[in-house]
């Protein structure tokens, strides 16, 4: 079966710039998660989707977003780029609880 | 707030010998989630083994397995007959069961290197 797809798997953006994040789940899976991933904060609870409903909200400011479709496909956006926001953001889809299957992520630079 | 401290940031063993990595964790939940993902440099977070609080038996996964001791809030792994393709980071991680929260609390993993 196909896995979780996340899109683009690389991207630089200019400081101040806004980006937008894909991430297309299991086929079947409702939950779909996002972390951020940086050498100094490790791994960190972005937010959680279910059926188009944010469930759960990490603490970060309000540049962070997102949103998921009827389709369980969800987007992650940044406004305001700043240098760090430069890291690996990475999702995940979900069946059942805690049975979490990652994508490969994607790699976000802000020059 | 629930922690994970993984305490060795890198470890390195010989092919085909055994390696443990430690984990250990800080929360007031009596049930909840413990896992370890391998993080290869494809950069895709792959589940290796899952612990449940409430199971006293220690989770098993071929060569993988676990060390769960819930009164001292430890959650080592034990690879045995170790591969070079087990080298990757290995982050242990936590997840409560209770209000409806899905969210994975990380700790800062651990680098291991499997030599020839």
């Known amino acids: 079966k196909a896995g979780v797809t996340q899109t683009p798997r690389y991207l630089i953006k200019t400081r101040g710039q806004q980006v937008t994040l894909s991430c297309s789940p299991i086929s079947g899976h409702r939950s779909v998660s996002w972390y951020q991933q940086t050498p100094g904060q490790g791994l960190q609870f972005l937010f959680e989707?279910?059926?188009?409903?944010?469930?759960n909200k990490g603490n970060f400011p309000g540049r962070f977003s997102g949103r998921q479709f009827s389709n369980s496909r969800s987007e992650m956006n940044v406004s305001t780029l700043e240098l760090g926001d430069s890291a690996l953001y990475l999702c995940?889809?979900?069946?059942?609880?805690?049975?979490?299957?990652f994508g490969s992520g994607t790699r976000l630079t802000v020059v | 707030a629930q922690t994970v401290t993984q305490s060795q940031p890198e470890m390195s063993v010989q092919e085909a010998e055994t390696v443990t990595l430690s984990c250990t964790y800080d929360?007031?939940?009596?049930?909840?989630?413990l896992f370890w993902y391998k993080q290869p440099p494809s950069r895709q977070m792959i589940l290796v083994i899952r612990q449940e609080a409430y199971k006293q038996q220690n989770a098993t996964e071929n060569r993988f397995s676990v060390n769960f001791q819930k009164a001292a809030k430890s959650f080592s792994l034990k690879i045995s007959d170790s591969q070079l393709g087990d080298t990757a980071m290995y982050f242990c991680?936590?997840?409560?069961?209770?209000?409806?929260?899905?969210?994975?609390?990380f700790g800062k993993g651990t680098k291991l290197t499997v030599n020839p």
């Open positions: 995940a889809s979900s069946l059942d609880w805690a049975d979490y299957t």
């Open positions: 989707y279910f059926s188009e409903t944010q469930r």
């Open positions: 929360t007031s939940e009596s049930n909840y989630y």
């Open positions: 991680a936590f997840m409560p069961t209770q209000g409806g929260s899905e969210k994975l609390v």
